[in-house]
């Protein structure tokens, strides 16, 4: 008789197996675990430039940027420096030291309707400490956000729309009491009627309203610009804190953020990924008036351990030199407009139903013929094409965000060979896609 032997497990499956032992699901952040494109999840040694290394040492060009904050590609020998510089002098301290004030008047004076800014350890402690910002201004409780937007996941976020529109949100996670959800209103994004009626409804009980300006974690929408000029009337008129939460955003689509990009002063902006060149890092900011009611100046109380930490700190001061660099920008967005066009003419040559999107350094990948305008629209695209597309590429050597619902990231270190490689791989999967 023939002995058969089971297919030998991959590195992969050997380390994932080790780490669900002792960790939940194997990893310290859902996205990671490939639950959205099914599969095992790429373990990772190292990384450099535009390129990420498994543990058996093979390369992936990698459009993920650890989601974000690598826009200067892995290990950017002058973050790094920067780091192993700060680590020389000390890891934390919990007193003031003078990178905090470095970073703070770096953010200040290229966004100048962020007036007062205060350093946190994550996005999620950003947009949190942002919302009890804003209830603690207006002495309201209820505040608006949108389907599909991620902002972190603490409590009063955590919820989406009610069975009736404009009725009061349920909770998208259990832990989150009822009652703390009740108070969070979700609506349609990009949908001017939608606002228009929950303000003339609520407009007056409202603290803030909370956004992604282009949204990045329903893949990527970049919403009109009416729709935000409308959002920023309404809250003028009713007295709402209008957030942008830039944590994706700021510094990704351009040195001034989504803000600029649409000409919109918001009242507070929440940063985090790129601020932190890659260590843990948020911020909040924006108008004098409204910031000055945190502790110590008021009655809001913010506080964190290793807030504004000074290897962050100085990572994120070396990453802005090169961030405020002359043509800096126009260089990304170069990068991600010659990918994705090439991207759209070969699954235009293929005749494959394909679109995409970009911003900046930023880009959405949709297996539907129009670009998505909302959260349906973003589900009701193939997703299950996506999932064959992820793995094809992925098998390639190429790392795209593993979910159907996330954006994707260029950096500086990705080469236009980088780029011509990917496109290359992308058609020999269309053609595939087409003869299945
Ligand atoms: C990633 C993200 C957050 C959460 O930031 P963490 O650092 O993961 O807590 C909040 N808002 C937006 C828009 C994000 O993309």
Same mark, same amino acid.
């Given at each position: 008789m023939t002995q058969v032997f089971a297919d /030998? @497990? =991959? !590195? *992969?499956q050997v380390h994932f197996e080790k780490a669900k032992r002792h960790i939940p699901g194997g990893v310290n952040s859902p996205v990671r675990a490939f639950t959205g494109v099914g599969g095992t999840p790429v373990f990772v040694s190292k990384a450099k430039g #535009?390129?990420?290394y498994d543990t058996e040492g093979r390369p992936y060009i990698d459009y993920v940027g650890s989601w974000g904050p690598m826009i200067l590609g892995h290990a950017f020998d002058p973050v790094i420096n920067a780091v192993k510089t700060a680590a020389d002098d000390g890891l934390s301290f919990g007193c003031p030291t003078p990178f905090e004030t470095t970073m703070a008047d770096l953010i200040c004076e290229l966004i100048p309707h962020i007036e007062l800014i205060r350093m946190v350890s994550s996005g999620t402690? #950003? =947009?949190?400490? #942002?919302?009890?910002? !804003?209830?603690g201004y207006t002495g309201r409780d209820k505040i608006v956000k949108f389907e599909g937007c991620y902002h972190g996941h603490s409590d009063s976020l955590l919820v989406k729309a009610g069975s009736g529109m404009l009725d009061i949100g349920e909770p998208t996670s259990k832990g989150v009491p009822a009652d703390f959800a009740k108070h969070t209103l979700t609506l349609p994004y990009n949908d001017i009627e !939608? &606002? @228009? !009626?929950a303000f003339e409804k609520f407009g007056s009980e409202l603290a803030c309203v909370i956004?992604? /300006?282009?949204a990045g974690n329903m893949n990527m929408i970049i919403p009109t610009k009416e729709f935000h000029q +409308?959002?920023?009337?309404l809250c003028t008129d009713y007295g709402v804190v209008l957030i942008f939460d830039e944590v994706m955003t700021g510094f990704r689509v351009g040195l001034k953020g989504a803000s600029h990009y649409f000409g919109i002063q918001p009242d507070l902006t929440t940063f985090g990924k790129i601020i932190g060149a890659g260590l843990p890092v948020g911020a909040f900011g924006g108008k004098k008036e409204i910031m000055e009611c945190i502790a110590p100046l008021g009655g809001v109380y913010q506080a964190g351990t290793l807030s504004g930490n000074p290897l962050a700190m100085r990572a994120g001061k070396a990453m802005f030199e090169h961030l405020t660099k002359p043509d800096f920008y126009e260089e990304l967005t170069a990068k991600t407009a010659y990918l994705v066009n090439g991207l759209k003419a070969v699954a235009k040559k293929h005749s494959i139903a394909f679109n995409a999107c970009y911003v900046g350094g930023m880009f959405g990948l949709f297996f539907s013929e129009n670009l998505p305008k909302n959260f349906n629209d973003v589900a009701n695209a193939d997703t299950k094409r996506f999932n064959e597309f992820f793995h094809a590429m992925l098998k390639q050597g190429i790392y795209l965000a /593993?979910? #159907?619902?996330?954006a994707s990231f260029m950096s500086a270190a990705h080469s236009y060979d *980088? &780029? *011509? @490689? +990917?496109i290359a791989c992308a058609e020999r999967v269309f053609l595939e896609l087409v003869a299945s």
């Amino acid at each position: 008789m023939t002995q058969v032997f089971a297919d /030998p @497990k =991959t !590195a *992969d499956q050997v380390h994932f197996e080790k780490a669900k032992r002792h960790i939940p699901g194997g990893v310290n952040s859902p996205v990671r675990a490939f639950t959205g494109v099914g599969g095992t999840p790429v373990f990772v040694s190292k990384a450099k430039g #535009a390129y990420i290394y498994d543990t058996e040492g093979r390369p992936y060009i990698d459009y993920v940027g650890s989601w974000g904050p690598m826009i200067l590609g892995h290990a950017f020998d002058p973050v790094i420096n920067a780091v192993k510089t700060a680590a020389d002098d000390g890891l934390s301290f919990g007193c003031p030291t003078p990178f905090e004030t470095t970073m703070a008047d770096l953010i200040c004076e290229l966004i100048p309707h962020i007036e007062l800014i205060r350093m946190v350890s994550s996005g999620t402690e #950003a =947009t949190m400490s #942002a919302i009890r910002l !804003a209830r603690g201004y207006t002495g309201r409780d209820k505040i608006v956000k949108f389907e599909g937007c991620y902002h972190g996941h603490s409590d009063s976020l955590l919820v989406k729309a009610g069975s009736g529109m404009l009725d009061i949100g349920e909770p998208t996670s259990k832990g989150v009491p009822a009652d703390f959800a009740k108070h969070t209103l979700t609506l349609p994004y990009n949908d001017i009627e !939608a &606002l @228009k !009626a929950a303000f003339e409804k609520f407009g007056s009980e409202l603290a803030c309203v909370i956004i992604e /300006p282009i949204a990045g974690n329903m893949n990527m929408i970049i919403p009109t610009k009416e729709f935000h000029q +409308t959002l920023r009337q309404l809250c003028t008129d009713y007295g709402v804190v209008l957030i942008f939460d830039e944590v994706m955003t700021g510094f990704r689509v351009g040195l001034k953020g989504a803000s600029h990009y649409f000409g919109i002063q918001p009242d507070l902006t929440t940063f985090g990924k790129i601020i932190g060149a890659g260590l843990p890092v948020g911020a909040f900011g924006g108008k004098k008036e409204i910031m000055e009611c945190i502790a110590p100046l008021g009655g809001v109380y913010q506080a964190g351990t290793l807030s504004g930490n000074p290897l962050a700190m100085r990572a994120g001061k070396a990453m802005f030199e090169h961030l405020t660099k002359p043509d800096f920008y126009e260089e990304l967005t170069a990068k991600t407009a010659y990918l994705v066009n090439g991207l759209k003419a070969v699954a235009k040559k293929h005749s494959i139903a394909f679109n995409a999107c970009y911003v900046g350094g930023m880009f959405g990948l949709f297996f539907s013929e129009n670009l998505p305008k909302n959260f349906n629209d973003v589900a009701n695209a193939d997703t299950k094409r996506f999932n064959e597309f992820f793995h094809a590429m992925l098998k390639q050597g190429i790392y795209l965000a /593993p979910s #159907a619902f996330e954006a994707s990231f260029m950096s500086a270190a990705h080469s236009y060979d *980088d &780029l *011509d @490689k +990917t496109i290359a791989c992308a058609e020999r999967v269309f053609l595939e896609l087409v003869a299945s």
